[in-house]
Each structure stands twice: as structure tokens, then as C-alpha cells.
């Protein structure tokens, strides 16, 4: 069993739908959670980074920790055809090297 | 601030020829990192380096090499290449403690 775990989709949508992606983990240690946006043919970029458990809103997107489940998601209201993307869960312990474990990532895309 | 800079874009090899992958961070990140990204397979560590003169080996660093002998940049070298290394590689970069990694736009290679 993987670290994290991410089903890859494709999650197919249409605009204006609120879109629910979400990652589990096995290891209790993990402290700092990150959602990564990936456009086709580019490098990831931080979209959302959160501490700990609970919720983070930015805008159209909310991040939710649930430590005692071990599981988080990202949240996606308003959804828009320029959200198509693949988006990939990290997770980071404590202390130490920064050494974040991905989940494979999920492709959405958002049809008009 | 250009960020991470990654060079070639693209590269097609023959089997069995060796090449370079660059890359460059005008951030003064002490962290850099490697990854491969295959379908289905998500962002797999190949090599890190916590610092100038330190580098280690992630989750897949069979058939390739690191060095790091400045901050700025930390080259990945295919020693011999194999069709198993078809991938996009991506570089990315950070400082210990902000939990984020800062990826450049990927280098896509093709092993004949």
C-alpha cells in the first residue's frame, strides 16, 4: 500500500459544478499538507498549503484536513473550464529535510 | 525572477548515449530536487540534495547521477540511456522549513 493515495480519475464535470477531490494517508507523522495544480505540459504549482488538521479557504477552493481519518480533500466551487488539470495531493512531516510524498494525481476537466 | 529553469525542453536519445539535464534557481533554495513523472505513476523521487556538496538518493535513482557543487544549480545525468527512461522530468527547489517546492516547466525525454 502506497503512502498516499490518490485515485487518478479523469473526473469529468460540468462548469459550474462543485468539484471534491480527495487523497488518504497511512502515516500519522504527516503534519503540513499541500494541493499542487498541474496545467498539460507544465510543471506543478502550489495551489493550497495547510497545518495540521482543519480548513483553509482561498477564494473558490477550500482544503480540508481530517487527521483522525486520515484523509483530505480540496474543494472546488464554481468550478470553470480553466480548472481542466491534474491536481496532486503532497504531504510533509515534521522537521528535518523537506522530503513531501505525492499522491499519482487526479485529472479533472471541466466542460462548458 | 525567473524561478527554476530547466534545460532542454526536449531531448530524444538512442539507447545507450548519455546527456545532461540542467537545472537552475535564481531563489537561493538550499533544497533541490528531481522527479520523474510517467502515467499513472504520478511524481517519483529520483535524487535530492539538502544543500551544496550534499546529495542522496530518492525512490528511483537506478541509471542516473547528481552533483551539487553550487546553490544555484543541480545537474542530472543519464549515464546510459534506456527506453525505461522515457518520463518528463521535473526539477524543483525549496528552503527547509517553507514546506512548498517551487517545480520548473519539466524536460521531456525520449529513449529510442
Known amino acids: 500500500q502506497k503512502e498516499v493515495e490518490q485515485d487518478p480519475g479523469p473526473l469529468s464535470v460540468p462548469e459550474g459544478a462543485i468539484v471534491s477531490l480527495n487523497c488518504t494517508y497511512s502515516?500519522?507523522?504527516?503534519?503540513?499538507f499541500m494541493w499542487y495544480r498541474q496545467y498539460s505540459r507544465k510543471g506543478p504549482e502550489l495551489l493550497m498549503y495547510?497545518?495540521?488538521?482543519g480548513n483553509k479557504e482561498d477564494g473558490r477552493f477550500t482544503a480540508q484536513v481530517d487527521k483522525s481519518s486520515k484523509y483530505i480533500s480540496l474543494f472546488i466551487r464554481d468550478s470553470q473550464p480553466s480548472d481542466s488539470a491534474t491536481y496532486l495531493c503532497?504531504?510533509?512531516?515534521?522537521?528535518?529535510?523537506?522530503?513531501?510524498?505525492f499522491g499519482r494525481g487526479t485529472s479533472l476537466i471541466v466542460h462548458p | 525572477n525567473a524561478g527554476v529553469t530547466q534545460t532542454p525542453k526536449f531531448q530524444v536519445l538512442k539507447t545507450g548515449q548519455s546527456m545532461t539535464l540542467q537545472c537552475a534557481q535564481d531563489m537561493n533554495h538550499e533544497y533541490m530536487s528531481w522527479y520523474r513523472q510517467d502515467p499513472g505513476m504520478g511524481l517519483r523521487l529520483i535524487h535530492y540534495?539538502?544543500?551544496?556538496?550534499?546529495?542522496d538518493q530518492g525512490e528511483v535513482p537506478n541509471g542516473y547521477n547528481v552533483s551539487r557543487s553550487t546553490t544555484e544549480d543541480f545537474p542530472l545525468r543519464l549515464l546510459s540511456a534506456a527506453p525505461s527512461q522515457t518520463s518528463v522530468y521535473f526539477c524543483?527547489?525549496?528552503?527547509?522549513?517553507?514546506?512548498?517546492?517551487?517545480f520548473g516547466a519539466g524536460s521531456r525525454l525520449t529513449v529510442l
Open positions: 502515516n500519522s507523522a504527516f503534519q503540513y
Open positions: 540534495s539538502v544543500g551544496a556538496g550534499i546529495t
Open positions: 524543483a527547489s525549496s528552503n527547509p522549513g517553507a514546506n512548498v517546492l517551487t
Open positions: 495547510t497545518y495540521s488538521s
Open positions: 503532497a504531504m510533509a512531516r515534521s522537521g528535518g529535510s523537506y522530503i513531501p510524498t
